[in-house]
């Protein structure tokens, strides 16, 4: 029971992490950071 409530933060960090490499690496680490700010601050 508990993999169930880890599995979809992992999941949705395995699926998102490229598209956050390809950000950092294209316009550095400060977007990447300002962008997971925002998103946590909105929440």
Same mark, same amino acid.
Do not use: D, F, N
């Given at each position: &029971?508990?993999?169930?409530? /880890?599995?979809?933060?992992?999941?949705? &960090? &395995?699926? /998102?992490?490229?598209?956050?490499?390809?950000?950092?690496?294209?316009?550095?680490?400060?977007?990447? !950071?300002? !962008?997971?700010? !925002?998103?946590?601050? /909105?929440?």
């Amino acid at each position: &029971m508990a993999g169930l409530c /880890v599995a979809p933060p992992g999941l949705t &960090m &395995m699926l /998102v992490a490229p598209v956050y490499a390809r950000l950092s690496a294209r316009h550095g680490p400060r977007a990447s !950071l300002v !962008l997971g700010l !925002l998103v946590i601050a /909105v929440g």
